[in-house]
C-alpha cells in the first residue's frame, strides 16, 4: 500500500536523482547528509460523506555540516516548489491524490547532532480513497 508519504517522495524521484539528494520514508538515517525524508503527520479527520482524506505530509531536509544551510534551504525549496500545487493523479494504491497544498511553509528548525542544518515544509493533502465494492465508509 502506499501511503501519502511514499507517493509525496516518489514524485521527488526525478528531481533527487540529477539532484544528488537521497529521499528516506520515515525516520532520518544517520547518512547520508543531504537527504530529504517524508513522514506521514496525521491529518484533521476523514469525511465519509463524500468519501475524502486530508492527511498531512511533512518533508524533512537534510544539509551537510558547515556551509549546507544554503544548500539544504534551497533543497527545501524545490521540494516545495515541485510538490505544491501537483496535478491530479493516481496513487499506486489506487487512491486519486487530489490536491498538494501547504500546511506550513519552509521552517528551519536548527541542527542536528552533527550539526547538520535541517530544515522542513509541510503539506496537506486531499485524497479521495478507492471505494471497493460493497463496502461504505460510514460515519461512526
Do not use: C
Amino acid at each position: 500500500m502506499s501511503t501519502p508519504a511514499e507517493h509525496l517522495s516518489a514524485l521527488m524521484l526525478t528531481h533527487t536523482g540529477t539532484s544528488g539528494w537521497a529521499r528516506k520514508i520515515g525516520e532520518s538515517p544517520k547518512t547520508p547528509d543531504r537527504i530529504m525524508v517524508f513522514s506521514d503527520t496525521g491529518g484533521p479527520p476523514p469525511n465519509p460523506r463524500y468519501a475524502l482524506d486530508f492527511p498531512t505530509v511533512q518533508a524533512s531536509i537534510r544539509g551537510v555540516k558547515g556551509a549546507g544551510y544554503a544548500a539544504a534551504r534551497a533543497e527545501a525549496k524545490a521540494v516545495k516548489d515541485i510538490l505544491l500545487g501537483i496535478t491530479s493523479q493516481t496513487m499506486a494504491n489506487g487512491d486519486r491524490l487530489v490536491s498538494v497544498t501547504l500546511n506550513s511553509d519552509i521552517a528551519y528548525i536548527g541542527r542536528d547532532e552533527n550539526e547538520r542544518p535541517l530544515f522542513t515544509v509541510n503539506f496537506a493533502l486531499i485524497i479521495e480513497p478507492v471505494v471497493v465494492a460493497n463496502m461504505s465508509r460510514v460515519a461512526l
